[in-house]
Nanobody
Framework: QVQLVESGGGLVQAGDSLRLSCAASGRTSSSADMAWFRQAPGKQREFVAGINSSGIRKVYADSVNGRFTISRDIAKNTVGLQMNSLKPEDTAVYYC??????????????????WGQGTQVTVSS
């Protein structure tokens, strides 16, 4: 079992930056692939960014590529999402997800087994 707890959400203005953090715990959490997803009101949950177990491979959704950066601190067992140049369309509940390690090129399309409770990010125009 893996437990995930997100933090760092809030209300910001367009163009601002925000950093989300996900604390992972559990026997296999340090070797898991990790990802961030988001779900806006009335929309399906979508992939935002993923990082493999070593922290070397990263994949981003086209909509956030160049603005968001995913990272992980293996020693602290945390995953971060640095969000810059935020836009109103980034408004959503952001979820941290984890799953057993797989090849990095499926980070975006694979199924994740564990999910956090989510943290709200609101970007005003």
């Amino acid at each position: 079992q893996v437990q995930l707890v997100e933090s760092g959400g809030g209300l910001v203005q367009a163009g601002d930056s925000l950093r989300l953090s996900c604390a992972a715990s559990g026997r296999t959490s340090s070797s898991a692939d990790m990802a961030w997803f988001r779900q806006a009101p009335g929309k399906q949950r979508e992939f935002v960014a993923g990082i493999n177990s070593s922290g070397i491979r990263k994949v981003y959704a086209d909509s956030v590529n160049g603005r968001f950066t995913i990272s992980r601190d293996i020693a602290k067992n945390t995953v971060g999402l640095q969000m810059n140049s935020l836009k109103p369309e980034d408004t959503a509940v952001y979820y941290c997800a984890a799953g057993p390690p797989k090849t990095y090129y499926v980070l975006k399309t694979r199924t994740y087994d564990y999910w956090g409770q989510g943290t709200q990010v609101t970007v005003s125009s």
